[in-house]
């Protein structure tokens, strides 16, 4: 008869519990922020489509959700409601929702800041796309940008300029204009007869006119202003970033200033992975005041990691909110006093 104490002690030792590799760089968030920006892409694709959320100039309706959504005033024009009755729709249908809407947009930026811009929005994922593009095509990801990038990925191995990628930048961003155009365009005017009239080559004067002025607009955007947009011009990225400068406990980029020298060997000739990956041409390792459009896309902190992995210390940027957000803003006070 077997010891069931033996038998106990050998399940036991058998047991492997798996640990990661101390030596592993950690895992990089950006195929799942990728996701997320695809995914919303496809939303704003299909949402005309679907009746998901548009205005039928048509109709002279809006449609949410599937359903019609109307604000009323056809009853009071026709004398089956009062002026009352009519303001009292107006503020229910179309005000209240926009205002709670706005809140809970501005609430997500004032605590976590820009994650919209970085994580959602269709816009800044076409400029990340043709900034990688131009990158591989001219070493640059903007023709106004005065030096090339480093020549080494964040996880060290070298990159390869070659001037034939131009060959992908300009189509790229026509063809994301263009998709933009006919997309903006549905969202004014029912989905199945801009897509019917276009597939057909049977759009109206006012459809070519649309989807042509708007095609050369964004192309040129894309192709010269993108991130300049981004920075200096979106509306919805400036509330965010004012919602976000107003909470000194919101998410930030923290720097372990103690250890800039580390920054120094990131990547030979003293360039630094976290300035080249950015896609807004921001320098992480600054202020809050000074990273005023940062979208929070994580690409520095994703590429500190990289440069970082063999380090006993660890990677220099991370995300931090609440109190160390406060002593991360404190720490550059301090050197700056000193």
Request: glycine share 6%.
């Amino acid at each position: 008869m077997s010891d069931p104490t033996a038998s106990f002690a050998s399940a036991t030792t058998r047991r492997v519990i798996p640990i990661a590799r101390a030596d592993a760089p950690p895992k990089s968030q950006q195929k799942r922020r990728l996701a997320f920006q695809v995914g919303f892409f496809l939303l704003f694709v299909l949402a005309p489509v679907f009746d998901l959320f548009r205005y039928d100039l048509d109709a002279n309706h809006a449609w949410l959700l599937g359903m019609e959504w109307r604000l009323g005033m056809d009853d009071f024009l026709a004398g089956r409601i009062s002026a009352l009755e009519a303001g009292t729709n107006v503020m229910l249908r179309l005000f209240v929702p926009l205002l709670l809407g706005a809140a809970a947009f501005l609430w997500v930026a004032w605590k976590w800041g820009r994650m919209y811009c970085g994580w959602l929005c269709p816009h800044f994922s076409v400029v990340e796309t043709i900034n990688k593009l131009m990158a591989r095509a001219s070493g640059k990801p903007s023709v106004w940008e005065k030096w090339r990038l480093p020549p080494w990925k964040p996880d060290g191995t070298p990159t390869r300029v070659d001037a034939r990628w131009w060959g992908l930048v300009v189509p790229a961003a026509v063809g994301f204009a263009f998709t933009w155009a006919v997309v903006l365009l549905t969202y004014l005017l029912p989905p199945a007869e801009v897509y019917g009239n276009l597939f057909n080559g049977e759009l109206t004067r006012n459809q070519f006119i649309f989807i042509t002025a708007a095609t050369v607009v964004l192309s040129l955007e894309f192709l010269f202003a993108r991130h300049l947009f981004c920075r200096f011009v979106c509306a919805v990225g400036l509330f965010q970033s004012l919602a976000w400068m107003s909470n000194r406990d919101a998410m930030v980029v923290g720097f372990e200033r103690s250890r800039a020298a580390d920054c120094a060997s990131c990547l030979p000739e003293r360039q630094s992975a976290c300035d080249a990956v950015c896609p807004m041409r921001l320098k992480p390792r600054n202020i809050k005041r000074h990273m005023f459009t940062c979208t929070q896309c994580r690409q520095c902190v994703d590429a500190c990691n990289e440069t970082q992995h063999g380090n006993p210390d660890g990677p220099l940027l991370s995300w931090v909110a609440g109190e160390a957000a406060r002593q991360n803003e404190a720490g550059f006070r301090a050197v700056r006093e000193n």
